[in-house]
């Protein structure tokens, strides 16, 4: 056996299995989808057929939804981006002990337990759609502010040197060379906000009022408080559908 | 004085373009750097040369402003510069992995430092243009990327991004370290001829005698952060004051000065190109004992057995190895002694 087909060989459980348990739920959950509300004990109504679910998606209702969940998530990744990269600066310069302790700062949201944390910011930040996205984008910091860190310190530190021999101040030092050396690494960061913020939950849960309801939990609201899991399955596509979205396009962007 | 006269006046600073007074800087514990007081004068080359770890590229970065000395001063064009950041020191260097911006241009990469320092717009396209012309970049090669540039290619971009500001002088750390042979020559001539056109005093860091002695007026011998000895090549390579200088310059014989006639307790050295045989003058004679011989391209190389020591000597050709023969040499070097700080 040639060596690209052991390969092969060797990658297909792996593949079938993530293959097929995607493509599977993902068709369990569009079949739901087209089935009405179930009346009984049952999630569905057995033998029904009904396009409701997905024509409600276009409803003023679900516009406001589908608008909020977009922009949570353009929101989570520019913000936490930002702040990233703010944070991944300072701490690029940094070397030993000190570097620890910056470390411990930005992986801060993530060493507490996420729901103690949230109750935290409930006091600090004002309850609607910028404390939910804010919420959103804080839990994303570290991820975001990790990704550039290595990609920084992967900037050979002999460039920023050779710019500031040629007269650049720090500013133009950091514009022009160290700015757009990382930037793969804030696409990245960007794309990672962008659908971590999609499938915004707990931010808008505990932070958001009544009109920030994101797609992830009006699903949670329909499944599980109304009972109407064929709704929630529609939602929930729409939701992969934006998030596959979003990473087809960073995708495009990579490879332009 | 705004950024942009200062940054691109043409530099003619009279005297000296570097100076450096009983500057120190310490790894830790270490002194990386003792001590070390230098001059360079403005036009002339000098190299700093020295086996690695000596200090040399540490000093180097001390001049650039890229460390901060523990004490003394940096001087140039005259002025104190020692707590000034690199941008405000208007001095060009070309780094030892060049440092070239990947993501620009070798046009962009040119034109970087003008427009860094606010040079005019009307003025950027016609010194890169002419500045990349001079170091024998085409047109088309400057539009490419570094990645797609050979080793030499890039090394010229790299000069011609250091010279092109015009700076007060041209600092260079190994700046031939990374290329074959036959492209060293070709960078050696190119930096010889672009330090002779421009008149820029050049300080250069090197690991390699050839490179310190074929370009410099003056070469600087380091070792353990400490100045050696300095002087021009001819002198430094003839008549080095010490068993350091003279290995690190070349092969080396370096006697006891009783087994050529001298007094005792001092030593001299022998060049081996200077060993003669069968000598019809010479300082000395020994009778020797051709131990082996090997041809080395431009010239043999043979190993003398003395009693327990061993000659190198180099010539058109040597008698087979068994051979006894005499050998003599017209120049004899005494050396003070010392071996190095």
């Known amino acids: 056996m040639t060596s690209p087909w052991r390969a092969w060989a060797l990658l297909m459980p792996a593949l079938l299995l993530a293959g097929l348990g995607t493509a599977a739920g993902a068709a369990l959950t569009l079949r739901m989808s087209l089935h009405a509300t179930g009346t009984g004990a049952g999630l569905y109504e057995p033998g029904s057929f009904t396009l409701a679910h997905w024509m409600s998606l276009a409803d003023e209702h679900h516009r406001a939804i589908i608008g909020a969940t977009v922009a949570t998530g353009l929101a989570a990744a520019l913000v936490s981006t930002a702040v990233g990269y703010l944070l991944a600066l300072v701490a690029a310069t940094l070397g030993g002990g000190r570097l620890g302790w910056v470390l411990m700062l930005i992986l801060a949201p993530r060493l507490s337990g996420v729901l103690a944390a949230l109750f935290g910011l409930q006091r600090l930040v004002p309850r609607g759609w910028v404390g939910s996205a804010l919420a959103e984008a804080w839990l994303m910091v570290p991820y975001a502010a990790l990704i550039l860190l290595v990609a920084l310190r992967g900037i050979d530190p002999a460039l920023p040197a050779a710019a500031r021999g040629l007269g650049a101040g720090p500013w133009t030092v950091l514009a022009r060379v160290i700015w757009p050396l990382s930037l793969p690494a804030v696409a990245l960061c960007l794309q990672l906000g962008w659908v971590w913020g999609l499938g915004a939950f707990l931010g808008p849960l505990f932070l958001g009022g009544p009109e920030q309801a994101t797609l992830a939990t009006e699903m949670h609201r329909e499944a599980f408080d109304l009972g109407r899991w064929p709704r929630a399955a529609a939602d929930g596509l729409a939701l992969a559908a934006l998030t596959m979205g979003a990473w087809a396009w960073g995708g495009r962007r990579e490879a332009a | ?341």
Not at chain 2, 166 to 191: G, K, T, V, W, Y
Request: aromatic share 4%.
């Open chain 2, 1 to 341: 004085m705004n950024s942009s006269t200062a940054g691109n006046a043409p530099c003619c600073a009279p005297g000296e373009a570097i100076g450096l007074e009983a500057v120190s800087f310490h790894h830790g514990a270490v002194a990386a750097v003792d001590g070390v007081s230098l001059s360079v004068p403005a036009g002339a080359f000098v190299s700093i040369l020295g086996p690695s770890g000596c200090g040399k590229t540490t000093l180097l970065k001390l001049v650039g402003g890229y460390l901060p000395p523990g004490s003394g001063r940096v001087l140039i064009a005259g002025r104190d510069a020692t707590t000034q950041p690199p941008e405000a020191r208007r001095l060009g260097m070309v780094f030892q992995n060049l440092a070239l911006f990947p993501h620009l241009s070798a046009w962009e990469n040119v034109a970087f430092g003008l427009r860094a320092t606010r040079v005019p717009g009307a003025e950027i396209a016609p010194r890169v243009n002419d500045m990349l012309a001079r170091v024998g970049i085409s047109a088309a090669e400057a539009g490419r990327r570094p990645d797609r540039l050979s080793g030499g290619q890039q090394q010229r971009v790299a000069l011609a991004r250091a010279l092109v500001t015009r700076p007060f002088a041209l600092l260079l750390d190994e700046p031939m370290s990374s290329l074959d042979n036959h492209l060293r020559q070709q960078m050696r001539d190119l930096i010889v001829k672009l330090h002779r056109e421009a008149g820029i005093a050049t300080l250069m860091v090197t690991h390699d005698p050839a490179e310190a002695l074929a370009a410099s007026d003056t070469i600087v011998v380091m070792n353990r952060g400490r100045v050696v000895e300095l002087g021009d090549p001819q002198t430094l390579y003839n008549s080095p004051k010490t068993v350091f200088t003279a290995r690190l310059l070349g092969p080396a014989n370096i006697v006891e000065g009783p087994t050529i006639g001298l007094p005792e307790g001092t030593r001299a050295l022998v060049r081996p190109a200077d060993i003669a045989l069968n000598p019809a003058t010479s300082a000395f004679t020994r009778r020797v004992v051709v131990e082996s011989v090997e041809f080395q391209g431009g010239h043999w190389a043979a190993t003398l057995a003395d009693g327990g020591f061993r000659w190198l000597a180099h010539g058109p050709g040597f008698p087979p190895p068994g051979t006894e023969v005499t050998i003599g040499a017209a120049r004899v070097h005494p050396l003070a002694g010392e071996d190095s700080p």
